[in-house]
């Protein structure tokens, strides 16, 4: 259903091969870990043993006796920041949080979390170091579980932390950071006009983002302070920007130089690794690389929230939906920041509701601090609500379709979180899944059919576009988005568009901090939208410049010059064929016509498309071991306007097979002492190609009238509905509801027995 | 330092192992033994690679059965016809060890000595019968599969000592074996539960021998007794499954951990062994 075959474009929406694809696909791609440096150190680091525990003293003068060890870092490298939340990455973010995740000061506050770090000539002289070093912990008790840590008993993470958005004011430490509220109508009267009331309790576990390329690190700096990184990470600029706030440095310091990147999901838009590497080459006037093992990528960095949730939820007999209530508590990991928020703003969004009412809690416990994931907090919200309608639909008689099509958000409707609909497409994705081949095939024994439909409003934001005209005619476009998931196609593509050139012309390029303007990172499926609606700035600027350089050749004015298909025309009435310039014969006379012919646009990007997906799930359920097969699955979504399908189809594919890992398999262990048991691929179980059917796709296309050719963010919004389609297959499958994730064999087997019962 | 040797004899090598009282370890695919180096999960000063020994390295016919050398891969065990036709229950267990590229290089002999509870090679090789050549100082002996392993990562092994190869008996004429084991995925993944039924029909569809073995419910794979009495006398119908699954549950003394629980290893024991000897009946059943 993409615009293939509609010849409106020559460009946008066709499947050319991607620019970087050689290189991935022959091994020459540089990803973080890939660089290497004259002179450079091997860096290690040490991290804490222990869930919870004071750090009373570290002393690391037998590591430094070790011959080959450089440096030992502590936190006492770093400046102590204070405690305040200012405006950075993708969301607000607290310096003294991150600097203490990056190294712990006064106490460590999860396994896993970064005490110390070690410079050396070898990796195995750094890793001998390591046991060098003696810290001394007073441990203290800890807690994992959300609902555990938001006890008045519970051990205290941090001894100031008083809980936001409560009147009075708290005036004792808890683990709650802070509580949101979101109301519309009235919710108690609405409940009370309902004839039907689902009410319901729904759990979900932290799950990682499980890039594939763990976290990678080379940093260099200079006598004179100056200092170039080179790592895999979701922008650039963010690193430069946390690097220069935790060490204290200025922008201008700092070089920050993109690595290709081996998936990041959200969990690459925060630093774990940089700001060591700097620490260490000052200290030792050296390089110094750190690469994680898979090991510490687990115990250290992301995961996205648990929750326990509450969800109620009153309809008229006919399916009208009256009103909605949430409660979300998400496990933020050790610091505060988890996307309750978020999760209170989506889960409701799809849905035409007069009384609704969200309340979200941010807590903290001594697991490791939650990062971005992929329409962060959206999945959780969704898999309560969404799970909470199949059961309204059954209770009701109805279609679980018909449901969510009576009661569908469409232009106008005013949302939860405040805003009224501009032009979507929920109700367009809702009536392909409805009329898809797949939603009416029959199911065999043990099979069940699950929907669930999701939200995400997708971000804008700033963006820079640099386009260069080489001196043959060829293109570079430069823009400051790490490119995770084809975008150097994509933004080549509206660039030849825009221009009306060969795209084999047109060269994509992620440049470095120092080479193009400030550029968010690549976060809230914006860089599609935002940094592609730069580039198209940037590339009408060159036809501008092209058109009055041709007007120059010819002692015209510009308004005589038409531009079609990378070539210069007379305007009306001069039809002379010889006056013709190509964008080859422009650029090849560029010095006589005033110099180097380049564009650019610098931007803040507003309106975002929200993007709706609505998924369907065939699950077979064996009823003696409690294992779920995803045998069918299909994906629907709303992308406004594919620039490149296949990337399209990708992310919507990706995302639902990590929503799926997340509703089946995958989940951390914990021992009593707090420790990762599964911290590996082995045990910690996301989904293996084999373990899934192809993953079918449908691409329905209502424009974003804010994009020059309508996109819509289209990477987040593909896992919001996985959980709850998955989970509502089972029950439908099995005939038994599991409303705690993640829905592993033993955990339905159980259920189903306890239902035998 | 590791020091690393390939011997080409079975002599050398146990010269090798016997020569220094340092730490050697036995390699032969290598696909847990690196592993755990690499974790740091176990020490050693020195490998002695047994796969250059030709003796190790070959799948040889003896008395109507099999000689497998203990060096010999599963992907060279799944691409030979004569013994996937014989034991194919025992093959299914080796070959679902690790990936494609692991089943180049994992062996019998190390899936067996590894001494994992879970261990998908194992329990076909106990039900089937096998026995193993032991070679160390001491000259060679001869044991059965189900002797080797004592308890996670513990062999009955004595210091010097290697597996040389198994013998796998000639299987009867109506005889059938299979292996099944649990995870929750559908590859890369370790057993939860294992289940493996070799058994004997006469000529009447009768079964009149049987030897069950489980893995991953107990510290060492299990021969199972009271579960082949479940099926000696019977057609392998409902009644018997039945029995044979609850002495299956009855034998399962497993743990708690990150792959499952108690109760969930202890239901599906019962339930593997059940489907595992529907397959075994079923060879047997359609054997000439």
């Not at chain 1, 694809?21 to 804490?48: C, E, H, I, W």
């Not at chain 1, 709303?638 to 089946?664: C, F, K, N, T």
């Not at chain 2, 539960?193 to 893995?215: E, M, P, W």
Request: charged share 20%; aromatic share 6%; proline share 6%.
């Amino acid at each position: 259903m993409g615009n293939e075959g509609k010849q409106q474009f020559k460009w946008v929406g066709t499947r050319p091969v991607r620019p970087d694809g050689v290189d991935k696909v022959t091994g020459q791609a540089n990803y973080g870990a890939d660089f290497t440096l004259p002179g450079m150190l091997a860096g290690r680091v040490l991290r804490s043993p222990h869930a919870h525990a004071r750090i009373k003293s570290i002393d690391a003068s037998r590591a430094l006796a070790l011959p080959g060890v450089r440096a030992v870092i502590t936190a006492a490298d770093f400046p102590e920041l204070p405690s305040e939340v200012v405006a950075g990455g993708e969301s607000p973010v607290n310096y003294r949080h991150i600097s203490e995740n990056v190294i712990a000061r006064h106490k460590a506050l999860y396994e896993g979390q970064s005490v110390a770090a070690v410079a050396a000539i070898s990796a195995s002289i750094a890793e001998a170091a390591l046991a060098l070093i003696t810290v001394d912990y007073e441990v203290l008790p800890h807690v994992i579980d959300v609902r555990a840590a938001m006890r008045p008993d519970a051990p205290i993470l941090h001894e100031d932390m008083i809980t936001s958005g409560v009147e009075p004011k708290p005036t004792k430490a808890s683990n709650i950071a802070a509580r949101t509220e979101f109301n519309m109508g009235d919710v108690e009267q609405g409940f009370k006009d309902s004839d039907v009331v689902i009410e319901r309790e729904y759990t979900t576990q932290p799950v990682h983002q499980g890039y594939i390329e763990p976290h990678a690190a080379i940093a260099s700096m200079a006598a004179d302070g100056m200092t170039t990184i080179w790592c895999s990470s979701q922008g650039q600029f963010m690193i430069r920007e946390f690097c220069a706030k935790l060490l204290h440095l200025e922008d201008a310091q700092l070089r920050v130089i993109p690595a290709e990147i081996g998936g990041g999901f959200g969990g690459k838009t925060t630093v774990y690794l940089e700001p060591l590497a700097v620490a260490l080459s000052r200290k030792t006037g050296k390089p110094v690389k750190l690469v994680m093992s898979r090991d510490e990528v687990f115990r250290a960095s992301g995961p996205t929230s648990g929750a326990h949730m509450t969800v109620k939820i009153g309809a008229k007999r006919d399916g009208t939906l009256v009103a909605g209530s949430l409660e979300l508590a998400y496990q933020a990991g050790a610091f505060p920041g988890s996307p309750a928020v978020p999760g209170c703003m989506t889960a409701f969004a799809p849905y035409d509701m007069a009384n609704a009412k969200a309340v979200g809690y941010d807590v903290v416990s001594n697991r490791a601090k939650c990062a971005a994931y992929r329409a962060p907090g959206a999945p959780i919200s969704s898999f309560a609500v969404e799970s909470a309608l199949d059961e309204l639909a059954i209770e009701l008689g109805m279609d679980p379709l018909a449901l969510r099509l009576k009661n569908a958000a469409k232009e106008g409707t005013r949302a939860l979180y405040g805003p009224k609909f501009p032009i979507i497409g929920f109700v367009e994705t809702l009536e392909a899944a409805k009329a898809h081949p797949h939603y009416s095939a029959p199911l065999k024994a043990n099979q069940g059919r699950g929907v669930a439909s999701g939200f995400w409003f997708n971000i804008g934001g700033q963006s820079t576009a640099a386009i260069h005209i080489n001196e043959d005619g060829t293109a570079e476009v430069v823009t400051g988005s790490p490119d995770i998931g084809g975008s150097r196609a994509s933004m080549a593509m509206m660039a030849a568009e825009v221009l009306g050139i060969d795209l084999a012309k047109v060269k994509p390029l992620v440049g470095d901090t120092a080479s193009i303007g400030y550029t968010f990172l690549t976060g809230g499926s914006r860089v599609t939208f935002a940094t592609g609606k730069a580039v198209c700035e940037a590339a009408n600027d060159i036809v501008e410049q092209l058109r009055a350089r041709a007007a120059k050749l010819w002692k015209c004015g510009i308004e005589d010059v038409i531009w079609k298909d990378g070539v210069a025309y007379p305007a009306q009435g001069q039809t002379d064929a010889r006056t013709q310039l190509s964008l080859a014969e422009i650029a090849a006379s560029a010095a006589r016509t005033g110099g180097p012919i380049t564009g650019k646009a610098a931007l803040n990007v507003g309106g975002a498309g929200a993007a709706f997906g609505t998924h369907i799930c065939d699950v077979e359920v064996d009823p003696e071991t409690g294992r779920t097969s995803v045998v069918r699955y299909t994906v629907v979504q709303d992308v406004g306007r594919a620039i490149h399908p296949s990337y399209v189809e990708g992310q919507m594919q990706g995302g639902a097979v990590q929503g799926i890992g997340w509703a089946l398999n995958e989940e951390y262990v914990y021992s009593e002492q707090g420790q990762m048991q599964n911290a590996g691929f082995l045990d910690y179980r996301m989904p293996v190609a084999s373990d899934l059917p192809m993953i079918d796709t449908v691409i329905v296309e209502v424009p974003n009238p804010t994009h020059p050719f309508g996109v819509r963010g289209v990477g987040e919004v593909p896992i919001v509905p996985p959980l709850a389609a998955v989970a509502n297959a089972v029950a439908r499958a099995s005939g038994v509801r599991v409303n705690d994730l993640p829905i592993s064999p033993p955990r339905l087997l159980s259920a189903l027995q306890k239902a035998k019962a | 330092m590791l020091t690393f040797n390939n011997p080409t004899t079975v002599e050398e090598a146990v010269a090798l192992l016997q020569k220094t009282d340092s730490r050697q370890r036995v390699l032969a695919g290598g696909t847990d033994l690196l592993v755990q180096l690499r974790s740091g999960r176990i020490q050693a000063q020195g490998v002695v690679d047994l796969k250059r020994i030709p003796e190790l390295r070959t799948i040889r016919t003896e008395n109507g059965g099999f000689r497998i050398g203990a060096a010999v891969s599963g992907a060279e065990l799944g691409e030979h016809p004569a013994l996937s036709t014989m034991w194919p229950g025992v093959i299914e267990g080796a070959r679902l060890i690790g990936s494609t590229q692991i089943q180049g290089r994992a062996s019998l002999g190390g899936n067996v000595c590894n001494a994992s509870p879970a261990a998908d090679g194992v329990p076909g090789l106990i039900a089937a019968g096998a026995t193993c050549t032991i070679v160390g100082p001491g000259g060679r002996r001869v044991v059965a599969v189900d002797a080797i392993a004592v308890s996670p990562g513990k062999t009955s092994l004595a210091p010097g000592e290697f597996v040389v190869d198994f013998f796998l008996p000639a299987q009867a004429a109506k005889g059938g074996d299979a292996y099944l084991r649990f995870i929750p995925r559908t590859e890369m993944d370790i057993a939860v539960v294992g289940a493996a039924v070799n058994l004997l029909l006469d000529a009447s569809g009768v079964c009149t021998h049987a030897r069950v073995a489980l893995g991953a419910v107990a510290p060492r794979a299990l021969l199972v007794e009271a579960a082949s009495h479940a099926l000696v006398g019977t057609r392998v119908e409902a009644a018997a499954l039945e029995a044979l699954a609850a002495a299956a549950r009855a034998a399962c003394a497993p743990i708690n951990d990150k792959r499952g629980t108690i109760e969930f290893r202890t239901q599906v024991a019962g339930v593997l062994a059940k489907r595992a000897a529907i397959i075994a009946y079923e060879r047997a059943r359609s054997r000439a």
